[in-house]
């Protein structure tokens, strides 16, 4: 059973996070480093998270590094940026065989000097990170940038969001802009490194066999962030109420089209509105039970994919489908009318209990999963909620038709998006 | 009926097996402290079996490409409606999928396992085909074919194919196209149902914290009533030649950078087991040792601007068939292709290195134990593995015999600049 999720203070905002389990084979340390999601420092962040795995100070080049990490035992190692919600994390991830099942023992220790050099001694010449990594990775970030397009369900999803948040930060690309990323310069960008290892708030997960007071020695000892003046990173604005509903038409040369919903839920997570909403989004589009997919799927053969999905952070709600072109108009009048059905009422207590239960697996499945348990425990602190998985599993039992209902009558439609043929918007 | 006991000393794992007078084998692997329940119900049946006999008979039976994905999706219909509605009633995730060669039911739960084991096996048993339903489905599945037509990596994959093989049925979408489902009926789906979704033809994989005999049990009497087709099945493959059909195949789509996929057809097959296993794995090692992260050639294609981190190689080894492919995004496809062409016939001439494919081995070998923290990469490489005749437990005494002779010979055999393709996915002209 897992108690109350009470992380350890290691520094002044450094927080380590220990999931201690014997099932799994892997030993895995997950660094969070908190900023804000800003127009100034998203491409920044998205290059650096390229550069850094080409080179440490022991380990010059990204083949050194795959070379050494392959010595053990195909360990990985890797830093990524996300977004949650107007935070910009920029992430490590150290995944390590526990040494119980390769001839290695030494290997967590191993990892972990290696993991700390890949934060804290980049490969510098000259202070500066080197020249050519610094080319080649705004290339292949410019390239990564323009391949938003090519995963065309993502594209929708992503664009949909853009379009409804514009005047908002949330708006920003994961990845940044080609205007932002052709200004970057190596002292700017080393500049910013700097920032982000000095001022930013610190989250630490290890999930693994370990004895937990060794391991917190260890990470005191062995990851060492310097940390100076730190800024804490504002909740975001969540309240909105659409005048009218924005309506965008993209052209592509696609085969299908792609319809994406964009709501204003106006419920933040912190309100007891939250567990509802979850519970509403599983039944209006959850999977195969739900009534999107029974309604819009099954009784008209509109589509394949179908789904509902709720940000945590920003409070939305997407609705997305894969449909004929031709189609556009009886799909989004069918989905309307599931979405208003759900504010008339129109579900029976199967259809929450059922919801409720797939909500609850997939809660708990999560335990099975080293990197789930670290996002679940990251998220979860940087929403200053300390409920364990069990108290949320309660949480969900608890909600009632009564609150869906209300839920219901919270949500706005905000934007529609439509990835089209190019034929259809002319 | 005896239980048979086999363990794995380094993964400290094992597996329980019980094969069924009807012929249906179940697989039970423990994993203690885990939350989730996984069962899987296979059929050693999928997009490539589209020509056979069936037992009994002496004529051949050809049906439409697509109809072992078609059935897949039909099979979740029963009389009193779609059988989604009971799997959420007790909270779990059902699914399946169709490849190549088998076609996997699946749930996902965490309470009342066996409330929903009985219903997997019940419901994959129970087929309920109409000509309503039958045509209903056809538009669904119009929109999966026409989401994958969107999807450029699917594209450069399949277009592979297409490049490699002239006659064998891998070169055919395993959905098929909007007009061969078109011609599917409820009498072909009940041909091919009554051949493939034989008990002797199946097998069921659980894994999960649970109990060992309940597992079995619970099938078991389920099972009472269900007997086995006596003969074999025979399955048609064409003659495959071990040349390839062309060595470049392109398209345009509506992508931002070319993707491409360089593709080896293997020529050495007709093995399985052991000796399937032991290729496999060699040739993963290669690929690893010379298009890996820390191999040469990939730092100078990644430096000189040619590919980016979505460089990868995999290999697929079939009893009747096989493939590595090698592929990405690149500005310059062709330009990569002639680099890796090269590289290879340099790395022929001098060599492969040791050292590296002593590094290579120990990667795989951590790779290979941290693969078992999941219980869906358990279940769903462990069928794929056993319709081939070949138990995943073995991989590291199989590992452990290859010597670097053998990955030696195997290179300069299987890396064949003649049986050699190369698909790209091109943006479309902007004029």
Same mark, same amino acid.
């Given at each position: 059973m897992?108690?109350?999720?009470?992380?350890?203070?290691?520094?002044?905002?450094i927080?380590?996070?220990?999931?201690?389990?014997?099932?799994?084979?892997?030993?895995?340390?997950?660094?969070y480093?908190?900023?804000?999601?800003?127009k100034?420092?998203?491409? !920044?962040?998205?290059?650096?998270?390229?550069?850094?795995?080409?080179?440490?100070?022991?380990?010059?080049?990204?083949?050194?590094?795959?070379?050494v990490?392959?010595?053990?035992y195909?360990?990985?190692?890797?830093?990524?940026v996300?977004?949650?919600?107007?935070?910009?994390?920029?992430?490590? $991830?150290?995944?390590?065989?526990?040494?119980?099942?390769?001839e290695?023992?030494?290997?967590?220790?191993?990892g972990?000097?290696?993991?700390?050099?890949?934060i804290?001694?980049?490969?510098?010449?000259?202070?500066?990170?080197?020249?050519?990594?610094?080319?080649?990775?705004k290339?292949?970030?410019?390239?990564?940038i323009?391949?938003?397009?090519?995963?065309k369900?993502?594209? &929708?999803?992503d664009r949909c969001?853009?379009?409804?948040?514009k005047?908002?930060?949330?708006?920003?690309?994961?990845?940044?802009?080609?205007?932002?990323?052709?200004?970057?310069s190596?002292?700017?960008l080393?500049?910013?490194?700097e920032?982000?290892?000095?001022?930013?708030?610190?989250?630490?997960?290890?999930v693994?066999?370990?004895?937990?007071?060794?391991?917190e020695?260890?990470?005191?000892?062995?990851?060492?962030i310097?940390?100076?003046?730190?800024?804490?990173?504002?909740?975001?604005?969540i309240?909105?109420?659409p005048y009218?509903?924005?309506?965008?038409k993209?052209p592509?040369?696609?085969?299908?089209?792609?319809?994406?919903?964009?709501?204003?839920?106006?419920?933040p997570?912190?309100?007891?509105?939250?567990?509802?909403l979850?519970v509403y989004?599983n039944?209006?589009g959850?999977g195969p *039970?739900?009534?999107l997919f #029974?309604?819009?799927?099954?009784?008209?053969?509109?589509?394949?994919s179908?789904?509902s999905?709720?940000?945590?952070f920003k409070?939305?709600m997407?609705?997305?489908?894969?449909?004929e072109?031709?189609?556009?108009?009886?799909?989004?009048?069918?989905?309307?009318?599931?979405?208003?059905?759900?504010?008339?009422?129109?579900?029976?207590?199967?259809?929450?209990e059922?919801?409720?239960?797939?909500?609850?697996?997939?809660i708990r499945?999560?335990?099975?999963?080293? $990197?789930m348990?670290s996002?679940?425990?990251?998220?979860q602190?940087?929403?200053?909620?300390?409920?364990?998985?069990e108290?949320?599993?309660?949480?969900?039992?608890?909600?009632?038709k009564e609150?869906?209902?209300?839920?219901?009558?919270?949500?706005?439609?905000?934007?529609?998006?439509?990835?089209?043929? !190019?034929?259809?918007?002319? | 009926m005896?239980?048979?006991?086999?363990n794995?000393?380094?993964?400290?794992?094992?597996?329980?097996?019980k094969?069924?007078?009807?012929g249906?084998k179940?697989?039970?692997?423990?994993k203690?402290?885990y939350t989730?329940?996984?069962?899987?119900f296979?059929? *050693?049946y999928?997009?490539?079996?589209?020509?056979?006999?069936?037992?009994?008979?002496s004529?051949i039976?050809?049906?439409?490409?697509?109809i072992a994905?078609?059935?897949?999706h039909?099979l979740?219909?029963?009389?009193?409606?779609?059988?989604?509605?009971k799997?959420?009633?007790l909270?779990?995730?059902?699914? &399946?999928?169709?490849n190549? *060669?088998s076609t996997?039911y699946?749930?996902s739960?965490?309470?009342?396992?066996?409330?929903?084991?009985?219903?997997?096996?019940?419901?994959?048993?129970?087929?309920y085909?109409?000509?309503?339903?039958?045509?209903k489905?056809?538009g669904i599945i119009?929109?999966?074919?026409?989401?994958y037509?969107d999807?450029?990596?699917? !594209?450069?994959?399949?277009?592979?194919?297409?490049?490699m093989?002239?006659n064998?049925?891998?070169?055919?979408?395993?959905?098929?196209?909007?007009?061969?489902i078109?011609?599917?009926?409820?009498k072909?789906?009940?041909?091919?149902?009554d051949?493939?979704y034989?008990p002797?033809n199946m097998?069921?994989f659980?894994?999960?914290d649970?109990?060992?005999?309940?597992?079995?049990?619970?099938?078991?009497k389920?099972?009472k009533k269900?007997?086995?087709?006596?003969?074999e099945?025979? #399955?048609?493959?064409?003659e495959?030649?071990?040349t390839i059909?062309?060595n470049?195949?392109?398209?345009?789509?509506?992508v931002s950078?070319?993707?491409?996929?360089?593709a080896?057809?293997?020529v050495?097959?007709?093995?399985d087991?052991?000796?399937?296993?032991?290729?496999?794995?060699?040739?993963?090692?290669?690929?690893?040792?010379?298009?890996g992260?820390s191999s040469?050639?990939?730092?100078?294609?990644y430096?000189?601007?040619?590919?980016?981190?979505?460089?990868?190689?995999?290999?697929?080894?079939?009893?009747?068939?096989?493939?590595s492919?090698?592929g990405?995004?690149?500005?310059?496809?062709?330009?990569v292709?002639?680099?890796v062409?090269n590289?290879?016939q340099?790395?022929?001439s001098l060599?492969?290195?040791q050292?590296?494919?002593?590094?290579?081995? #120990?990667?795989h070998?951590g790779? $290979?134990?941290?693969?078992?923290?999941?219980?869906?990469?358990i279940a769903?490489?462990?069928?794929?593995?056993?319709f081939?005749n070949?138990?995943?437990?073995?991989y590291?005494e199989?590992?452990?015999?290859?010597?670097?002779?053998?990955?030696q010979?195997?290179?300069?055999?299987?890396?064949n600049?003649?049986?050699?393709?190369?698909?790209?996915?091109?943006p479309?002209?902007?004029?």
């Amino acid at each position: 059973m897992l108690k109350k999720l009470k992380p350890i203070q290691i520094g002044k905002h450094i927080n380590l996070h220990m999931i201690q389990t014997d099932k799994f084979k892997t030993n895995l340390i997950s660094v969070y480093f908190q900023r804000p999601l800003r127009k100034e420092e998203v491409t !920044k962040n998205a290059l650096i998270s390229m550069i850094l795995p080409r080179g440490t100070k022991t380990y010059s080049s990204s083949k050194e590094i795959a070379k050494v990490l392959e010595d053990l035992y195909g360990s990985y190692i890797g830093c990524d940026v996300a977004k949650k919600g107007e935070r910009n994390i920029f992430q490590f $991830y150290m995944k390590l065989p526990n040494g119980k099942y390769i001839e290695d023992p030494e290997i967590f220790q191993k990892g972990m000097n290696i993991l700390n050099e890949f934060i804290n001694d980049p490969y510098k010449i000259n202070g500066l990170l080197k020249n050519d990594y610094v080319n080649q990775e705004k290339e292949n970030l410019k390239e990564k940038i323009e391949g938003r397009k090519n995963d065309k369900m993502k594209y &929708a999803y992503d664009r949909c969001i853009e379009e409804m948040c514009k005047e908002e930060d949330y708006s920003l690309y994961v990845y940044g802009s080609i205007e932002d990323l052709e200004k970057l310069s190596e002292e700017e960008l080393y500049k910013h490194y700097e920032k982000i290892l000095h001022t930013s708030v610190v989250d630490i997960c290890v999930v693994g066999d370990f004895n937990q007071e060794e391991m917190e020695k260890m990470i005191k000892k062995n990851i060492k962030i310097d940390q100076k003046e730190v800024v804490l990173v504002e909740r975001e604005k969540i309240e909105y109420n659409p005048y009218e509903v924005k309506l965008i038409k993209e052209p592509m040369d696609v085969n299908q089209g792609k319809l994406s919903l964009g709501y204003r839920t106006n419920i933040p997570f912190e309100s007891e509105l939250y567990h509802p909403l979850v519970v509403y989004s599983n039944i209006l589009g959850g999977g195969p *039970n739900s009534k999107l997919f #029974r309604n819009v799927r099954e009784k008209e053969s509109l589509c394949y994919s179908i789904f509902s999905r709720v940000d945590k952070f920003k409070s939305l709600m997407l609705i997305n489908a894969g449909i004929e072109f031709e189609n556009y108009e009886k799909t989004l009048s069918l989905v309307k009318e599931q979405v208003s059905s759900m504010n008339q009422g129109e579900f029976s207590q199967e259809d929450i209990e059922s919801a409720k239960k797939s909500i609850i697996t997939s809660i708990r499945s999560m335990t099975d999963s080293p $990197y789930m348990m670290s996002e679940f425990y990251y998220t979860q602190a940087i929403s200053h909620n300390e409920d364990t998985i069990e108290e949320m599993i309660e949480k969900i039992k608890h909600v009632t038709k009564e609150d869906i209902i209300k839920v219901a009558q919270k949500i706005k439609l905000d934007t529609i998006y439509f990835l089209t043929g !190019k034929e259809e918007v002319l | 009926m005896m239980v048979n006991e086999i363990n794995n000393k380094v993964l400290k794992e094992k597996m329980f097996v019980k094969e069924l007078d009807n012929g249906l084998k179940i697989f039970f692997m423990p994993k203690e402290g885990y939350t989730k329940q996984y069962a899987i119900f296979a059929t *050693n049946y999928g997009s490539n079996d589209s020509k056979f006999i069936i037992p009994g008979e002496s004529e051949i039976t050809q049906v439409p490409d697509g109809i072992a994905h078609f059935l897949e999706h039909k099979l979740f219909e029963e009389p009193e409606g779609s059988i989604f509605d009971k799997f959420s009633e007790l909270g779990s995730d059902v699914n &399946a999928y169709t490849n190549f *060669n088998s076609t996997c039911y699946l749930f996902s739960s965490t309470d009342k396992f066996y409330e929903n084991l009985e219903l997997l096996v019940h419901f994959v048993q129970s087929p309920y085909f109409t000509d309503e339903n039958v045509e209903k489905e056809k538009g669904i599945i119009g929109q999966e074919i026409k989401m994958y037509d969107d999807n450029p990596n699917w !594209k450069v994959f399949f277009n592979s194919l297409k490049a490699m093989y002239h006659n064998h049925p891998v070169k055919i979408d395993i959905a098929g196209t909007v007009e061969s489902i078109s011609k599917i009926t409820k009498k072909d789906l009940y041909k091919c149902y009554d051949t493939f979704y034989d008990p002797s033809n199946m097998i069921v994989f659980v894994v999960g914290d649970l109990d060992c005999e309940k597992v079995f049990s619970i099938i078991e009497k389920n099972q009472k009533k269900k007997e086995k087709i006596k003969e074999e099945i025979e #399955r048609i493959y064409p003659e495959e030649p071990s040349t390839i059909v062309q060595n470049m195949i392109e398209e345009h789509l509506d992508v931002s950078i070319p993707l491409f996929n360089i593709a080896f057809k293997d020529v050495d097959h007709s093995l399985d087991g052991k000796e399937l296993f032991k290729k496999d794995i060699a040739t993963k090692i290669i690929l690893d040792m010379v298009f890996g992260r820390s191999s040469s050639l990939y730092t100078k294609l990644y430096e000189e601007g040619l590919i980016n981190d979505t460089f990868e190689s995999e290999y697929t080894g079939e009893v009747d068939y096989g493939y590595s492919m090698i592929g990405g995004e690149s500005k310059n496809p062709k330009e990569v292709f002639k680099k890796v062409l090269n590289h290879i016939q340099n790395l022929k001439s001098l060599g492969l290195d040791q050292e590296d494919f002593e590094r290579i081995k #120990r990667k795989h070998i951590g790779e $290979y134990v941290s693969y078992y923290n999941s219980v869906e990469y358990i279940a769903t490489t462990f069928v794929a593995y056993h319709f081939k005749n070949i138990h995943i437990f073995d991989y590291l005494e199989v590992l452990k015999e290859i010597e670097f002779d053998h990955i030696q010979k195997r290179f300069e055999k299987h890396f064949n600049q003649d049986c050699c393709v190369l698909s790209i996915i091109s943006p479309k002209d902007v004029h």
